[in-house]
Structures are given as C-alpha cells and as structure tokens.
C-alpha cells in the first residue's frame, strides 16, 4: 500500500461535484459532514475513490487558517485511506467522497486522525 494522494484521488470535476451533493447520502461525525456517493466509472477508466475537502469562509476568515485545516484532513485521509480497500465493490465502481468541516475551532492533526479513522469505518457500515 502506498501512502500517496495523486491528482486522479482528488474530487475536482464540477458535474462530479454537483453529483455528489445532489444525490448522495450523508451522515455527521464531529466535526465533519460526510457526504458520499458510489459512483459507476467508465469500462476505460481505472476505479479510484475520489475526496473533498470544504472548509468554510464564515467559519474561518484567514485563508491560511483553511488551508491548515485542509492540510490536516488530507493527511490523515491519505494516511488511512486503505481502510477503503476492505469494501467488496465490483471492479468498475469507485466512491466519491466529500467531508465538510463543521468544528468552529482548528483541531490538531492527532484528533482530526482520529476521527479520520472513524469516518472511514462509517463508511466501511454504510450502505455502499
């Protein structure tokens, strides 16, 4: 397993995007909304769950303050995303995941993994 976060690993596409906040599901986990959705990727196409991150402007007024947070959840997402690779999904599909920071407060990297952790086995319960 490597512990990388490539570009085809980002949730960039705007119609993905829209997709994903349309009609996916969601559950709250502090300090985090979870949003996701399976998502059927092309014959072509290699499947690879896709994230974002969405830290809010009201919330948190210094850019540099948003980044740091995003900085965090990305790392621990990369750090335990192989706790993904235990869904039985067929081949060709792949999850789109969205976590939108809730907390009023920046968390340090060791609570934020934490809750990583149990995010992702959440999701593991989910029905995907």
Request: charged share 30%; no cysteine.
């Amino acid at each position: 397993m490597t512990y990388n976060f490539p570009k085809e690993e980002r949730l960039h596409s705007k119609k993905l995007i829209q997709e994903l906040f349309e009609k996916g599901s969601s559950f709250y986990l502090y300090p985090f909304k979870v949003m996701y959705l399976p998502y059927v990727v092309e014959p072509t196409e290699k499947p690879v769950n896709q994230f974002l991150v969405s830290v809010a402007k009201r919330k948190f007024k210094k850019a540099v303050d948003r980044n740091l947070i995003k900085r965090r959840i990305k790392e621990a997402y990369r750090l335990n995303k192989n706790l993904l690779l235990k869904i039985e999904n067929p081949p060709t599909s792949s999850l789109l995941i969205g976590l939108i920071y809730t907390g009023k407060e920046i968390h340090d990297s060791k609570m934020l993994d934490f809750r990583m952790k149990k995010v992702l086995s959440q999701l593991l319960k989910a029905d995907i």
